[in-house]
């Protein structure tokens, strides 16, 4: 993040912080923001309860906690070590499926998935580190 925009975020919650809810603006802006993509009813539960399970597992050191945090968490970076966990489940359940019937059912669908997952993982990538380049 470049330095003025740190300054700047600074100033904004210096004086907002007295009266200024940020965990409830960033709830409502995330839960929308999902919500517009048409996430069914049990997806936009699912992300809250892992939302609300992640402030209170970080508590002040969450990236959700205020909009300092926010702004400056890799949050590229998070997200690609959440593909490649996904990636590595993908790939657990497909190993799997021959001795799982309900898994075996499915097998076409993870394998898509897994497909999906991995380019999501190499574009991450290559954005991070291209730009990693840019800032050197």
Known sequence: MREDTKEVASKII????????Y???YEKSIFNIIKSYDAN???????KEK???GIEKYKEDSFQASFE???SSPVLLH????LID????CAHAILISEWDEDLLKIKGSLEAKLVRLIIMS???????EENKEEKK
């Open 79 to 82: 997200l690609r070590d959440e």
């Open 51 to 53: 939302r609300k399970f």
């Open 41 to 47: 009813e049990k997806t936009l539960e699912l992300t």
């Open 23 to 25: 965990l409830s603006l």
């Open 14 to 21: 210096k004086e907002k912080e007295k009266n200024f809810d």
């Open 69 to 71: 945090k926010s702004i």
């Open 122 to 128: 190499e574009d991450i990538t290559s954005y991070i």
């Open 86 to 89: 996904a990636i590595n489940y």
